[in-house]
């Protein structure tokens, strides 16, 4: 390759590592300090420490974002499908009292219309974790202060247009005013910090970018661009309608003076405005991909362990955990599934396999 980087297939492979020598994945291993013992950390070959579990907890939603999912919905998994708080509790205190993941999100589908959400928090807020969620965020002035009395600390809530009637076309449904007043509340419960998602897609909103970058500004709120990934379950993705970080920060940059912040295992880089008026961060996991640095794991609502969201290979924790495994058992095909987590996706790459679930399913 005329770059001397290598093909996807060999991204993907744990040649890679060989063929280039052992220096970067040890300066990895150590990328973030441990608190207390960790007996097993979740180390992969290129020596990425897993510390940051995404749980889905239903593939459902009340929303029909065109980027994410078709008009008529997905087929739903059916309800047995799904793993229960306790099977959920249960992973999720053997990733952290064991291996040492210290961040966990909820997500979906839509997160909020899993009966009962409040009392999974309160489950996983027993343990010593920082306890996240991302939600569309309409119907957050109902359950806000639930979700924060029950122990969440932050959220992310998505927001791509400020304009109703976009809004509307980008969703499916005509609720802009609810997810407004849902940052708000989310505000209100206390809920610190709160952020802002907007998927950015060229010809859709990117006229809006400032726009949105003005809002988190004047609300108080991070907003985070992301970068339109091959994800959508309409396969409509193309490359030439994303709009990269690098155009995004010089649109801000054009309508506010910014510098960038330190780059740590998040995967936004951050920028902040020269005024003080806070930070905003791009997901840029198309142009600039943060794989180097990934400490994610992802469990999807049906009980599927991934070791990347672009993951074509998934390993079933939920047989295992109903067939009436052992902890070590879990250990051991979470260690196994961490293992034989790629270098990379190279979603820019010719050989690039989208995964054959979409990110609902998935749990972005
Ligand atoms: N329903 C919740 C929400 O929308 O915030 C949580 C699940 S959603 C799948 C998680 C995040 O993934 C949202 O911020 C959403 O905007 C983002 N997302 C969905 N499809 C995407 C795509 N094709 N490319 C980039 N981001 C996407
Ligand atoms: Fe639902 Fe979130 Fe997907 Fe929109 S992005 S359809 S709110 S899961």
Not at 11 to 35: I, M
Not at 95 to 103: A, I, K, L, Q, T
Not at 163 to 172: V, W
Request: charged share 25%; aromatic share 8%; hydrophobic share 40%.
């Amino acid at each position: 390759m005329a770059t001397g980087w290598p093909t996807a297939t060999w991204w993907r492979s744990s040649c890679w590592v060989e063929q280039r020598g052992d220096a970067w994945p040890c300066r990895l291993a150590n990328r973030r300090p441990t608190l207390g013992y960790v007996a097993r950390q979740l180390i992969d070959t290129f020596g990425r420490v897993h510390r940051d579990l995404r749980i889905s907890v239903t593939d459902r939603c009340n929303f029909r974002c065109t980027y994410c999912m078709p008009a008529e919905g997905l087929v739903w998994l059916p309800r047995e499908e799904l793993l229960t708080f306790e099977e959920i509790e249960r992973v999720a205190r053997l990733m952290v009292e064991r291996h040492g993941v210290d961040s966990i999100r909820l997500t979906g589908g839509e997160p909020t219309v899993r009966a009962n959400l409040s009392t999974l928090i309160g489950m996983l807020a027993d343990l010593p974790v920082d306890l996240t969620m991302t939600t569309n965020g309409v119907t957050l002035r109902s359950s806000a202060g639930d979700l924060a009395a029950a122990g969440l600390k932050r959220i992310n809530i998505s927001l791509d247009s400020l304009r109703a009637d976009r809004f509307a076309e980008l969703t499916l449904r005509d609720d802009l005013g609810r997810v407004l007043d849902g940052i708000d509340a989310a505000l209100e419960a206390g809920l610190d910090p709160v952020k802002v998602n907007v998927v950015v897609m060229r010809g859709v909103n990117d006229d809006e970018i400032v726009d949105l970058a003005r809002f988190g500004r004047d609300r108080g709120v991070e907003v985070r661009f992301i970068e339109f990934m091959p994800l959508d379950a309409d396969r409509t993705w193309s490359e030439a309608a994303v709009v990269g970080c690098d155009e995004i920060v010089a649109r801000i940059g054009e309508a506010f003076p910014l510098e960038p912040v330190d780059r740590t295992s998040a995967p936004a880089t951050r920028y902040r405005y020269l005024d003080g008026a806070g930070c905003f961060g791009v997901v840029a996991s198309v142009t600039r991909s943060f794989c180097d640095t990934c400490d994610r794991i992802r469990l999807t609502a049906d009980g599927q362990f991934r070791n990347c969201l672009f993951a074509v290979e998934e390993f079933d924790l939920r047989a295992l955990l109903r067939s009436g495994a052992s902890d070590d058992d879990v250990s051991d095909l979470l260690e196994g599934a961490v293992t034989a987590k790629w270098a990379g996706h190279g979603i820019s790459s010719v050989d690039f396999i989208r995964p054959n679930r979409s990110m609902s399913q998935i749990g972005g």
